[in-house]
């Protein structure tokens, strides 16, 4: 069952935000032979269940054949567990900002620098030991029958391999929950119960980023594939292996440098739902102003990263206030000068995790009847997105990441509009990998590489990445001036 037509085959689980995606590759290769997606509520809390209905919906007969299989899921949500394993409320997302409050409080009452040096990032909203302190204090009744805490990608892993007594994670995931160190590699359960209470429920074991998790059970292999009953104890036993293999997963952002083999000198800027700017590096960060998170990755190393709440929903959030579709979009910004004619806009439109401004909204700034047109707007939405990153990369820089190129991924990188402003406003080449789902790719790859390793050989898979297009950088002052425009800006309303 591992191996069709002489190829091995693993498949990769993208459970984001907005959908499941799943993929199914070949094992040596990385070339994709089916995939499928399944959407999910659009809700900053969901009821775990709905992430289980998406997975089967979008593995519906694509699992036949496939020898091992990982999950990379959003970052930092909330999984709380009885101790039956009942999930005791719908899960918190990341971009759920009610604990914005909590995570303050955490971080004035410990301090930046003890939380820094601590985990490696500052809470924010989004990080689920904020989203423990909110619990404890506005749902007491349901945090005292928390008996575990999952992420969202630990939970899928957990159900996919029969709900085991002991969940795992693996350290790239572990690195957003506030309460594990990436630089000891250990929880910190001091600070779990500081923030819980007093209490520190159970944490799953974190795994080797080659390891596997378990197996997929027999008994919800019906309900992932038709293909699959009645095969699980057939060809794969033949092949030594009682089923298809899970490997530990990891988080979105951890799969996706995992998928685009990210090397030192590489910064991927990654333009979703939300936009994140992250690179590997050999040792760990410790940013006390809380701008860079200090992660790690999903292969032993670190990923020093920056998040912005607003990146791909700026450009359809302008498009619909202007009443044109994202190419009209594109060709409207195109035909404006750098800098809209002084049109700036500050993209806050669902607060901001980079600045930390959960209740900050959007701004423009500029406003005259001469920089009222529907071009000038469009460039201001195009510029605005990519300065926030690009203030994250300067970010990055102050930890001492070198950057040398730009990876521009996700949806927005297929704008023709984003792809002509990147390298001004970056200051360095842009490479632009060919359009693909890198969460689900990075899932599938480590998948590979566990299989691999349960083998004995303890190699990555050697996955090539495509490139579609380099965008030389011209050094001259137009970048400057956007990005000194959008920093004056911001000092001006926030004071940073």
């Known amino acids: 069952m591992g191996n069709q037509g002489g190829r091995t085959l693993v498949a990769g689980v993208d459970s984001s935000t907005q959908s499941t995606k799943v993929v199914v590759c070949d094992a040596e290769t990385g070339r994709i032979v089916r995939e499928g997606e399944a959407p999910h509520p659009d809700a900053t809390e969901v009821d775990p269940e709905r992430w289980w209905d998406a997975l ?29 394993g009942a999930v005791v409320r719908p899960a918190l997302l990341w971009n759920d900002t009610r604990s914005a409050r909590a995570a303050a409080d955490l971080v004035a009452e410990l301090g930046a620098e003890t ?49 085991p007594d002991r969940p795992v994670t693996d350290r790239g995931d572990a690195s957003g929950t506030g309460y594990w160190s990436p630089a000891t590699g250990d929880y910190r359960e001091d600070l779990l119960r500081h923030a819980f209470g007093g209490r520190a429920p159970a944490l799953p074991r974190v795994l080797a980023p080659s390891a596997l998790s378990g197996e997929l059970s027999s008994e919800l292999s019906s309900e992932l594939s038709g293909e699959l009953s009645g095969e ?39 333009l979703g739902t939300s936009g994140t700017v992250f690179a590997v590096s050999p040792s760990p960060t410790a940013d006390a102003t809380g701008a860079v998170a200090g992660f790690a990755d999903a292969t032993g190393r670190f990923l020093p990263l920056v998040c912005t709440l607003n990146a791909a929903r700026v450009l359809g959030a302008t498009a619909r206030l202007l009443g044109v579709d994202l190419d009209a979009l594109d060709r409207l910004a195109l035909a404006a ?75 927005a990188a297929r704008s023709r509009a984003v792809r002509a402003v990147a390298p001004m406003i970056f200051g360095v080449p842009v490479a632009v990998p060919t359009p693909a789902e890198y969460v689900a790719l990075g899932a599938a790859r480590q998948a590979a590489w566990a299989l691999a390793a349960r083998s004995g050989d303890a190699r990555q898979p050697a996955w090539p990445v495509g490139i579609d297009e380099e965008l030389d950088h011209v050094d001259d002052e137009a970048g400057q001036r956007v990005r000194g425009a959008y920093a004056a800006a911001r000092e001006a309303l926030h004071g940073g």
Request: hydrophobic share 50%; net charge negative.
């Open 56 to 84: 089967v919906t979008a593995s519906d007969g694509l699992l036949d054949g496939v020898a091992a299989l990982g999950v990379a899921a959003q970052q930092h949500g909330l999984v709380p567990l009885d101790d039956t």
């Open 115 to 163: 939380w820094a040096e601590a985990v490696g990032s500052v809470p924010v909203a989004s990080f689920t030991v904020a989203k423990l302190r909110w619990m404890a204090e506005h749902e007491p009744a349901a945090a005292d029958r928390v008996a575990r805490v999952l992420l969202p990608h630990d939970w899928l892993t957990w159900r996919l391999t029969g709900r």
């Open 232 to 270: 699980l104890s057939g060809d794969v036993a033949g092949e030594g292996a009682d089923g298809i293999a899970v490997s530990v997963g990891t988080g979105d952002n951890m799969a996706a440098a995992l998928a685009l083999d990210v090397a030192p000198g590489d910064v991927v800027v990654s």
């Open 337 to 411: 000068r750098p800098g809209a004619d002084g049109l700036v806009l500050l993209p806050y439109l669902d607060g901001e995790r980079t600045p930390n401004l959960p209740d900050a909204s959007g701004t423009l700034f500029g406003l005259r009847r001469s920089t009222m047109t529907p071009e000038n707007l469009a460039r201001a939405a195009v510029e605005g997105m990519l300065c926030g990153l690009a203030a994250g990369l300067d970010a990055l820089r102050a930890e001492g990441v070198v950057a040398r190129r730009v990876l521009l991924v996700g949806g």
